[in-house]
């Protein structure tokens, strides 16, 4: 096999490789999980488009260097630093992923993302929209954006929101960990293979076999927990009032429910009313390019609040895990505010 080296823009952030008529991309952040740098979006932005064109080029993988999983997201300690630095940088950043998103979605030529171990955020971004999406006994997904004061963006509510019942609603509110079986019945992954089966997988794709999205002897989410959740679920998660949801989480007899519940409490009473919003919206988008465009919108409005600097405070850089929200629960937060966050 080919050996992986930086791309025309320099950066060693990500490396690329060809091994017969597969493009290989290999995020290269294994300390920090893989979360995407802008000069990372950038770089693979830059060579899809070259293989975009080379017909040497069949099909494109996406995978993670290190033994901790592809992508734990976007690198939301730098946005909130530029963001206090008075600078761009951070809307920047956003613009770069959401393009970058949209290309994978878009691209000519097959894409395979290699969702093993850690997905999440920017992680699933750059995977749930490609051709083949594999995950393992390893992974571990999540778009846990309410607990840093920010929302489930990268057009996850695009697939959230066609998710199930309202299994998808209950993993964007709550931001909740799931396995590899739970992602496919979600409707972000295809299929749940061996985490040992992933290089002959990839060797029989570089050799010209085809691209499967659900190979031999994979699975396809039928033990999926969430989906043995839907009573509660579905029952509980009805409607566009997110305190009316938590009301029924907390009363409810499951203690999942109530748990669920508590879960919120925690989160951005901000965040969780925007996301709500957000995912009922995206439910009559008409593509992910138009949910990237609101998420465009979303991301801005939420910047410009105090939750967002907040919750990256409290989560990843001092670590404290105690969030100063600007409201004290969900019940404070008024429509007008929801609304001014989508005019961002």
Known sequence: ?????????????????????????????????????????????????????DLAVRVVSLEGAGDRGLCAGGDVRAVREAHLAGTSGGVDFWADEYVLDAQIADYPKPVIALMDGIVMGGGLGISMFARARWTTERSQVAMPETVIGFFPDVAATYLLSRAPGETGTHVALTGATFGGADAVHLGLADAVVDHSDLPRLIKAVAAGGPVDPVPAD??????????????????????????????????????DARAAA???????????????????????????????????????????????????????????????????????????????????
């Open 1 to 53: 096999m080919s050996d992986f080296a930086p791309g025309p823009t320099g950066t060693d952030e990500v490396l690329f490789a060809v091994d017969g008529s597969l493009g290989r991309v290999l995020l290269n952040r294994p300390r920090a999980i893989n979360s995407l740098t802008r000069d990372m979006v950038v770089a693979i932005r830059v060579q899809l488009e070259a293989w975009a064109d």
């Open 218 to 255: 994979a699975t396809t989410g039928e033990d999926a927990p969430l989906a043995a959740a839907r009573e509660w679920m579905d029952e509980c998660y009805a409607g566009d009032d997110p305190a009316a949801i938590v009301r029924r989480l907390r009363d409810h007899d499951h203690a």
């Open 262 to 344: 508590e879960a919120i409490s925690l989160r951005s009473p901000l965040s969780v009313a925007v996301t709500l919003e957000a995912m009922r919206r995206a439910r009559h988008a008409g593509s992910v390019r138009e949910v990237l465009e609101t998420d465009t919108r979303i991301a801005r409005g939420l910047l410009q609040r105090k939750d967002f600097t907040e919750g990256v405070r409290a989560q990843l850089v001092d670590k404290d895990r105690q969030p100063r929200w600007e409201h004290a629960s969900v019940e404070e937060v008024t429509r007008a505010e929801v609304l001014s966050v989508f005019s961002g």
